[in-house]
Each structure stands twice: as structure tokens, then as C-alpha cells.
């Protein structure tokens, strides 16, 4: 690594990554380190495929090639003693090794972190399970959706007259997110003292910080809050209005006095802007009907993106629900890039990716490879880096080692 | 160039001292009322601070957050309160406000020692109040600054205001959740602010991590509905409609997809089914008896099932699960590896067994609400635990003590030593 003063680009560049995600909280945290310029060098076999999670419902091609982007491919056999041990050696150089099995699975293989750290003790592993590394549902199974189940989340999502709807599915996205600030803060910390650790996260745990404030909560009320429909504690209005086309909706939300006055002016009532009744959101809540009649009224006659551009202007909380399709024709999603159309020869269609919404002004990071084949790697990276000759690797392949 | 610093800090944190892996590290947290929603900065702050920074609140000298605006409301007031507790744990308060010269000043001399400053500001916000990037960076080019916004500094939206709701909506969430017959419903607890906030954390380590090298800091800029769609493209939203060009609608239950992705009531509540792998089903088949419908070429196909007529294998299950209570449900299944789990309430996710045997709910005594349980942080570290060791602050209580140790007093020793001192450089072995 340089040290002559000037940033790179990319910011994690030097950093080595041996990656064993599998599904998506795993690979999300692969290819955000890869995207921020980190070397990440993805392990599979198709001695034991990943469970093809989505074989009966979508191609995994589709979720692979935008997760597995900026990624370096090889293929290791941990069935093999020999493809374990060059696991082992592999991991001897590297930085940081991630992992998504369930709890267990890489003791069993001799890849857990006692084993590694002997070898390398400036080694950062992060292990990533829905219940973690411990406790007495260790062996739990349990998707990311069914740890919102767990955590409280779907016992609120739901119209308040108590029928429960099932939430969007973001949880493994956001368990990834914080894999990569847990690893970052571990790398920070090696910076100062030059220790490596052990890092167990539970989804679980991770996804129950966004709902602190809900525990919390329930304690100074004593209430067990139930599905709440769009009715927020401290806002009103805060819903969802109807507008012309079908299954057309803009979401409006009143935060303050300014916004409740400026939404009286912009749609015609500014007197209500002043009127004692409306002046908390207490009051205007218990005027419901009232309001929200009046507010559908001027919604029904106008596009969402019409009344979006009028209430922003007025200074309005107000935007779109925008369907997918809705999110990619965006007009400032494509001016910030939130996807990239993204097209070369390794790939067999025309594919659209996850642009990079992290915005660094010194270094960006990059989109800079396509997703590889499985394997692609497997020479550059035991050549390179473990020092194998070219034969031994090829032999090797061809004995189901490096498979 | 190196400022990774070693041993005693800028540390104004009261006992007990943090031991997560960012001690050391000092972080700001300014955020506007006027800008919109705090929530994404604070949670930020939040994080950083569990990992062990020292994280300093600047308060505004206006009540901040919507509930203030809004006027009191007991309902309001709670929720305000809690959300302060859970977010504001582990963090100081200093009351300053930009606005006069005395809190100007004050700002800048804290600015300059800062590692991170983390605000809420809209680039047109950040004009306004003289607090552009150049103005923060030309006192400290080592700042990492970074803007949680809703739609972040450049864009058509760049100025537009939004809250949680509005954000989610246009991410594309509120589309997919609610009765298809019904109006889209948004996920609660400000979630969408969680998003940014926790974007926000992890990006700002990406550029800590760039300083170590460059010694130079940058802008970070985050937009929370940009962050939430980050996620769709490789979500099984996405998947299908790029497939086949048909783009599901809100189901609500359930998600359109193989058969069970669905919420289903039994004895005492809900459990929520999902098994994404065939044997995971085929093991829920055999506790059930391996019924004779399940041997049915109508309901062999779990793509097809789930995607046309789930509802008829729904009423099939529905007795089964009606007989049984969550507890007995949870166990049985758990017991042969099945993935459906039930649906708890926050007051039962708090009494969780499993979190309680892990030490992740910590019980912190507030000064003025008394003893209440807190999640734990969000990931353990073997070396350098992160902790939940200080209980909110109340508004302004540290300014007198944090304002003598970063701006009043001379720079210590120990800190001039630990700036000039070569630090191990980060590379490979």
C-alpha cells in the first residue's frame, strides 16, 4: 500500500477480503466492501452448491450477478481435507473472512475463528446467523423476514382495524449494511493496536435496533402497541392519499406548524392554517374525517408526481408511492445513479445494478468488474497470492479440489 | 500521515469508559429541526457511539423533533421520549446555537477536534447557516462530514422535504404492503430514517478508513430513499418483474412467490410461514401426517400454488394452526428444522430467553425514568465489546464539562503525542 499522500479512489483498496457469502445478508456485505475497492474473493463449490435458495420461484442468475459484482471467483471443495486446508492457507492472507452459515458449520470445516487467528492472528471474521453464534435457539433456523417476526416488527405492520399485512421484505439487505460497519470498525481498530477478532452478528439483534424505540416505548407506556395502519404518534395528517390513475397513491405527512400552514395555503384553506382546532396534531387527528376528506378532494384531481411538484413547493412533505418500474423512470433516481444499466459480453442480458449510494466526494468507489464464473479466479488467486504453480492448480481442479 | 490515535483521547465520556472498537474517536451530531427528521443522524450516532466513540449531541436551542412543533400530546410525548432514550443512550448534550457568536465559536473549536460530523442539512440548509462543506473542511480538513438527508445534496429533489412515510413511498415500499383492495400502508417506527442513519454509520467508516492513508477527510452523502432502494435489485421484488415484465402488486398476508411466504393465524396469534427450500416443506408436510391433498398434482407445485390459488392450501392449514398456540407451534416446528416462526409482540420479543442468555437486553437506570431494558448493540466483538453504558442525556447537561475539555483547555500532552506518533500502517502481512 502507498503512502504518498494522495487518496485513492477507492478507499478500502489493500484490503483483502475472503468471502463466504451465501444468500444475500452475506453477499450484500462482499459487495459493498468490493464496490469500496476492497479485494473480495468469493469462495463457492459446486461440490456443495449454496442451497439454490429461489430454484423454484426466480433465476438466481439475477440476484447473483448484482451481488456477486467487483468480485474475484473461486471455487474450493470443503468436503476435500485439501481443499480445507486451502481454505485455511487462503484465509493466512487475508484481512477480513465473512461468513453466513448456519452457527456450526464452519467449526465443523476447521475454518472457525480459534483455528484461523492461530495462523493469522490479524485476522477480522465476522459470522453472520440469524440467532447468532450462541444461546438456546443457536439452531434456529430462520430467514431474515421471519426475524422481523420475531423481533416485533410484523405485529405492528397492519391496518388498524387489526388485520396484519406482510411487510417488505428489509432485512437481509440492512444485516448486510451492518456487517460491513462492524467489519470497518474492527479494521479501524487493528489500524491503532494490531489485533484481529471475532465478530458474531446476529440478525436478530441487528434488525431489533430499528425497533429500540418501540421497547422502549412500551416500557413508559405500558401498552403493547398493536398494527397502527399509517397513523404516526407525533404527525397528522400522515397517510396516503388517492390520485388520478389507477392504483395511484401520493404519501403526505405534516411535521410541524410551518407544514400544517403551508398545506392550508397551497390547497386553498388558509385559514385553517390559524384555526385553534388544528393547531397540534392532537387536534387535527381528532378532526380526521374533516381532513382528510378535504385533502383526498384535491389528491383525486391531480397525478401524484403534479401534486408532489405543487406541495413541495408550497414546503409539503409530500411524494409519490411509486411502484418499482416507478422507481427506475425516477428522475432523481437517474441523476444520483441509484441503478446502472450495466452490459458486457460475460453477461448473457442486458442487466440493471445497484448503483453505489454512498456518495464520497474523494473516494467514490466503483463499479468495475462484472459478476465472474465460478472459478474464474481460482489461478490468479493460488498463483498469486499461495504461490501454487499453475499445474498444481490445474490438477487440483481436475482432482475436485478446486471445484 | 496517520490519526489513528493510541491511548488516552479527547475523552469526555463519563464512567464507565466505552471499550467498543472506535474509542477514541470523536463524532458530532448536529441536526436542524427545520431540515426535516433527526432520526437518521441520531441513529448514526447511535452506532458510533455503541462502538465506543465518543458522540457529542448538539442540541438547538428550540425543542427539536415533530412532537415540539406539533404541539403536546401525552401519545406524542411518549414516543418522543423513548425514541430520545434509544437513540441518545451513550451520548452527550451540549446546548449551542449557531446562531450567536458565543455558540459559533463554540462550534468551530469542537469542529476542529471533531473526527466525524454527522448533520441533517440540506444543501440549501447548509448555505443558510454558513455551514457549507468548504467552511468546515477550510477549519478542519481532516472532517469527515456526513449528510443524512432524505434525498441527499444533489438531485431534482435535493431541497424537497419528507418524512419516514414519504420516503418509504417513494422507495417503492408502501406499493408493496397492504390488501391489494385497500391503500398501501408504510412501515412503522420511522424505519426509513433507521435506513439512512445506519448507511450514514457505515459510510463514514468507509472514509475513516480512507484517512487513515490519505489524512484527509470528505463529504459523505447519504440519502435515506436512496439507501432503501439499494436493496431492491436484488430482491425478490425485482427478480420476477425483470423475468417476466409483470410487476406484483401489494398481497397482504403474503408475498406472491413460492408457496408459504404468509402470515397465519393459529390459537393465540399469528406465525409467520416461509420456507424457501423443498425440504424445509416436505418436513412441515410429515409433521402434518403427509395429508392426502399434499400428494395432489394441484399442490405439488409450490411456484404455482403460491402464485394462483395460495389461499386453497391456506384453508387446508388453517384448522392445524388454529388448534395449536404459538409455544407449542414454535416448538414442534423448531424441533424438525422448520423455518416458521411466530409472530411476537414487542413485549414478548423483550422477554426473549435467547437474547436474555446472550446479554443483549442490558438494563440502564435512567436519572428520571428508572430502570429500563435496552437492546444491546447491534454485533459483539471478542476484543473490543460494544456497550450500552450511559442512559440519554438530558438536553445541554454535558455543555459546561465537554465544552472546558475540547475547547477551553490546551491540548494535552497525551493527545499531541498520540497525533505525531507513527501508527502501525494498515496493510496486508
Not at chain 1, 19 to 33: E, I, M, R, T, W
Not at chain 1, 244 to 252: I, K, N
Not at chain 2, 12 to 17: A, E, F, K, L, N
Not at chain 2, 378 to 402: W, Y
Amino acid at each position: 500500500m502507498t503512502m504518498n499522500g494522495q487518496a485513492p479512489a477507492l478507499p478500502l483498496e489493500g484490503i483483502r477480503v475472503m468471502d463466504f457469502g451465501q444468500v444475500v445478508a452475506g453477499p450484500v456485505l462482499g459487495h459493498v466492501l468490493a464496490d469500496m475497492g476492497a479485494e473480495v474473493i468469493h469462495v463457492s463449490s459446486a461440490a456443495r452448491p449454496t442451497p439454490d435458495l429461489f430454484r423454484a420461484d426466480y433465476p438466481a442468475w439475477i440476484r447473483a450477478q448484482g451481488l456477486l459484482r467487483n468480485r474475484l471467483s473461486v471455487t474450493i471443495n470443503l468436503r476435500a481435507e485439501r481443499g480445507r486446508e486451502l481454505a485455511r492457507q487462503l484465509a493466512a492472507h487475508c484481512d477480513v473472512l465473512t461468513e453466513n452459515f448456519a452457527p456450526g458449520v464452519m467449526a465443523r470445516l476447521g475454518l472457525d475463528y480459534a483455528s484461523l487467528s492461530a495462523l493469522n492472528p490479524g485476522l477480522v471474521m465476522i459470522s453472520m446467523s440469524a440467532p447468532g453464534q450462541t444461546g438456546p435457539l443457536r439452531d434456529m433456523v430462520a430467514y431474515g423476514p421471519a426475524v422481523n417476526a420475531l423481533d416485533g416488527l410484523y405485529s405492528q405492520v397492519g391496518y388498524e382495524d387489526g388485520e396484519l399485512a406482510a411487510p417488505v421484505s428489509d432485512d437481509d439487505h440492512p444485516s448486510g449494511i451492518m456487517g460491513v460497519l462492524a467489519v470497518l470498525s474492527a479494521l479501524y481498530w487493528r489500524a491503532q493496536s494490531g489485533e484481529g477478532q471475532y465478530i458474531d452478528l446476529a440478525f436478530w439483534e441487528g434488525l431489533s435496533q430499528f425497533l429500540g424505540h418501540s421497547y422502549l416505548e412500551s416500557q413508559l407506556t405500558g401498552c403493547i402497541p398493536g398494527p397502527r395502519g399509517n397513523a404516526h404518534p407525533s404527525m397528522y395528517p400522515h397517510d396516503v392519499y388517492p390520485c388520478l390513475g389507477e392504483d395511484a397513491w401520493l404519501s403526505l405527512a405534516v411535521g410541524s406548524e410551518d407544514e400544517w400552514k403551508a398545506l392550508c395555503t397551497a390547497l386553498g384553506r388558509p385559514h385553517w392554517g390559524d384555526d385553534p382546532r388544528f393547531a397540534s396534531a392532537a387536534g387535527r387527528r381528532a378532526a380526521s374525517a374533516e381532513i382528510d376528506a378535504w385533502i383526498s378532494d384535491w389528491t383525486k384531481t391531480r397525478y401524484a408526481y403534479d401534486a408532489m411538484a405543487e406541495l413541495q413547493a408550497a414546503g409539503v412533505a409530500a411524494t409519490p408511492v411509486l411502484s418499482i418500474p416507478g422507481v427506475f423512470a425516477d428522475p432523481h433516481d437517474l441523476e444520483r445513479r441509484t441503478s446502472v444499466n450495466v452490459s458486457t459480453p460475460s453477461l448473457d442480458r442486458h442487466q440493471v445494478f445497484n448503483g453505489i449510494p454512498w456518495h464520497l466526494s474523494r473516494t467514490p468507489g466503483g463499479l468495475r468488474l462484472p459478476p465472474p464464473r465460478p472459478g474464474e479466479h481460482n489461478r490468479r488467486v493460488f498463483v498469486g497470492i499461495l504461490g501454487l504453480t499453475d499445474e498444481e492448480v490445474s490438477a487440483l481442479e481436475s482432482d475436485g479440489v478446486l471445484a | 500521515v496517520d490519526d489513528v490515535r493510541i491511548g488516552k483521547d479527547l475523552d469526555t465520556s463519563p464512567d464507565p469508559p466505552p471499550t467498543g472498537p472506535l474509542r477514541g474517536l470523536l463524532a458530532l451530531e448536529l441536526a436542524d429541526p427545520a431540515a426535516g427528521s433527526e432520526i437518521g443522524v441520531a441513529f448514526c450516532g447511535k452506532l458510533l457511539g455503541d462502538l465506543g466513540a465518543t458522540v457529542i449531541k448538539l442540541e438547538p436551542p428550540h425543542p427539536s423533533g415533530e412532537a415540539g412543533a406539533n404541539g403536546p400530546d401525552d401519545l406524542a410525548a411518549a414516543s418522543e421520549t423513548a425514541r430520545r432514550l434509544f437513540l441518545d443512550a451513550n451520548k452527550q448534550s451540549v446546548a449551542l446555537d449557531i446562531s450567536t457568536e458565543a455558540g459559533r465559536t463554540l462550534f468551530e473549536g469542537f469542529v476542529a477536534r471533531a473526527d466525524v460530523l454527522a448533520h441533517n442539512l440540506r444543501s440549501s440548509d447548509a448555505t443558510r447557516l454558513d455551514l457549507t462543506a468548504e467552511r468546515l473542511q477550510a477549519l478542519n480538513p481532516r472532517l469527515v462530514l456526513t449528510a443524512i438527508t432524505p434525498f441527499g445534496q444533489f438531485g431534482p429533489y435535493a431541497d424537497y422535504k419528507a418524512h419516514a412515510i414519504n420516503i418509504a413511498a417513494i422507495a417503492a415500499i408502501l406499493y408493496r404492503i397492504g390488501d391489494p383492495r385497500r391503500h398501501p400502508i408504510t412501515t412503522p417506527f420511522d424505519r426509513s430514517h433507521y435506513w439512512g442513519g445506519l448507511n450514514g454509520a457505515a459510510a463514514t467508516m468507509v472514509a475513516l478508513m480512507s484517512r487513515l492513508r490519505s489524512g484527509e477527510g470528505q463529504v459523505v452523502d447519504i440519502s435515506s430513499a436512496e439507501c432503501m432502494m439499494s436493496f431492491l435489485n436484488h430482491s425478490v421484488y425485482i427478480a420476477g418483474w425483470l423475468q417476466t415484465g409483470v410487476f406484483p402488486t401489494r398481497a397482504g398476508r403474503r408475498l406472491r412467490g413460492a408457496y408459504p411466504w404468509v402470515i397465519m393465524p393459529c390459537k393465540d396469534g399469528h406465525m409467520f410461514l416461509l420456507a424457501l427450500q423443498e425440504e424445509q416443506w416436505q418436513r412441515f408436510l410429515a409433521v402434518l401426517g403427509n395429508p392426502e391433498w399434499a400428494r395432489s398434482d394441484r399442490y405439488k407445485d409450490r411456484l404455482k400454488v403460491g402464485h394462483e390459488y395460495p389461499e386453497e392450501v391456506d384453508a387446508l392449514l388453517r384448522p392445524w394452526f388454529a388448534e395449536r398456540t404459538r409455544a407449542e407451534l414454535w416448538e414442534l416446528l423448531r424441533r424438525h428444522r422448520i423455518p416458521f416462526q411466530p409472530i411476537l409482540n414487542v413485549r414478548e420479543a423483550l422477554e426473549s430467553a435467547h437474547l436474555e442468555e446472550r446479554g443483549f437486553l442490558r438494563e440502564l437506570v435512567h436519572p428520571e425514568h428508572g430502570p429500563l431494558r435496552h437492546p444491546g448493540p447491534f454485533a459483539s466483538f471478542s476484543r473490543t465489546p460494544a456497550a450500552i453504558r450511559t442512559p440519554a442525556p438530558a438536553p445541554g447537561q454535558d455543555t459546561e464539562r465537554v465544552s472546558a475539555t475540547l475547547v477551553g483547555l490546551e491540548e494535552p500532552d497525551s493527545l499531541q503525542q498520540d497525533r505525531a506518533g507513527a501508527v502501525r500502517e494498515e496493510g496486508r502481512r
